[in-house]
């Protein structure tokens, strides 16, 4: 004999069951971010189908009830009312697996979005970080050459170099004095020259003075400048302007058979303010 109570009661606790499933998948849904909306409405909706047909089909819909009574007043036995509630039970465990994919499914789409969050954040550090290094690295990249460090320059080269730029090129720009400044220091430099400052700028050719000033008596008069100063400095401690000239002459003011030497014996750079540049060919 079946005893009825016993099996609406477990009717209900099976209801109560799936009425707790829902429930979660519910609390756990309605937690997830707005970004997984869109990817996981085709699950909820599916879940939510598949929860209805089988309660339907397994009588927990209103035509289901009025199934059971009528099973249980036509008394059909015990064999079918326990496969009814061995299906209702199977109901029950199919939508329990179902919200356990939903869950799943959400919690994998979670995890993709938070690695994609993170990889977005990487790339945008690592470019930070490459933004910062490159204008540094360019700045190395575009740092002035001195090629003036290795000479050792005493007092007595430093005062000599000042008073032959204030006398040859007193009256120039600051461009123009550190002009001067590097044709005496590319002279130390070089082989076809004195080794030290004060040599070069005494330096004979010929019987004749390299630099004018020290044979007419203007090497001795002059009185450096402040901006003499600063340009000899530079001309020192930054980088060749010059393109390594070895020679300067004022034409206007030079021995026309000087100029026709210069022209006809060393190779012609540039010309800035006063003077015009030559090098060796």
Known sequence: MVNYGKVKWKRGTNMLTIQNLLKNVYCYIKNISKKSYRNCAVLVSGFSVFAMVSLNTHGFG???????????SNMQGA???????????????AIGDFASSCKQAIESEQSKMKEAREAEIQKREVTAVCASVEPV????????VNPYGDISISEEDYEALLRIVQAEAGGEDEQGKILVAEVILNRVLAEDF??????????????????????????YSVEV????VEAVEKAIHEEDLSQGALFFSARRRANPYDMAWFDRNLTWLFQYGGHEFYTLP
């Open 62 to 72: 209103g035509a289901g009830k009025n199934r059971s009574v009528v099973e249980c």
């Open 79 to 93: 064999k079918g009312e326990i496969q009814s509630e061995n299906s209702e039970q199977e109901s029950v465990a």
């Open 225 to 228: 400048t402040g901006s003499t």
């Open 137 to 144: 690295h360019n700045e190395m990249q575009q740092l002035p």
């Open 194 to 219: 004195a080794s030290t400052v004060s040599d070069v700028i005494f330096e004979k050719s010929g019987g004749s003075p390299q630099f004018a000033p020290t044979a007419d008596g203007r090497y």
